[in-house]
């Protein structure tokens, strides 16, 4: 029985090792954007969303953007970071100024799908490279850290609200095959205990 538990013990271990280095390269971030989370708030009908996939291998970032129904035209969207407290309050602009390139300006609605690559200095605001060690590999791991802390955000400013219309702070996803392991895992643990307590 003991050679059981440490078996199904080492398999799970194995199994997340395995797992976690097979998946660990490509982080996936989400927000959706409306005016209410904008700071301060405002009661803009117009709505957004976007994903950020991070590769910390490759060093890009893959920004795919969409919004309808802004009240003014765009004339800037970046990504702040870092606000002092996770998911509230308001920081400097991290990427690229005045805006992405890829992303519409002089419109109420439209998308983005623009991969960035990381250690071109025109990714960055040169502001958040000096503050993180005057490097982009510094701005980088920065940048990873922050979006992992729930501290940036994605900002689309217009010609209405010239601090921001609409905006929405990035949340991990875990992926399918990530949650399926903590299933496994959870179960194996579970059965490996059950037979200890009956041994």
């Known amino acids: 029985m003991r050679l059981g538990r440490w078996f199904v013990l080492s398999l799970v271990v194995a199994f997340a090792g395995l797992s976690a280095t097979a998946h ?4 996936n971030y989400q927000t959706p ?17 976007a994903s950020l996939l991070y590769d910390d291998v490759a060093h890009t970032m893959r920004i795919q953007a969409n919004f309808t129904g802004l009240t003014g035209t765009t004339t800037m969207a970046h990504i702040h970071a870092p606000t002092v407290n996770p998911f509230t309050l308001t920081a400097g602009v991290a990427t690229q ?3 992405f390139s890829g992303f519409p300006l002089a419109v109420t609605a439209g998308s983005m799908d623009t ?8 990714t960055w605001n040169s502001s958040y490279v000096t503050a ?18 729930g501290r940036a955000y994605f900002n689309i400013h217009t010609s209405t609200f010239n601090g921001g219309e609409i905006r929405g702070f990035f949340r991990l996803i875990p992926e399918p095959a990530t949650l399926a392991l903590a299933a496994v895992s ?14």
């Not at 993180?132 to 802390?149: M, P």
């Open 24 to 27: 660990a390269a490509v982080f």
């Open 33 to 49: 954007m409306d005016g209410p989370s904008e700071s301060p708030a405002n009661a803009s009908p117009g709505t957004g969303f």
């Open 97 to 99: 100024l005045p805006s």
């Open 115 to 122: 991969t960035f690559d990381m250690t071109l200095p025109a």
């Open 132 to 149: 993180n060690g005057g490097t982009t590999a510094g701005a980088e791991a920065a940048f990873a850290s922050h979006l992992a802390q």
């Open 186 to 199: 959870a179960l194996a643990l579970a059965v490996a205990g059950r037979r200890v307590r009956n041994v």
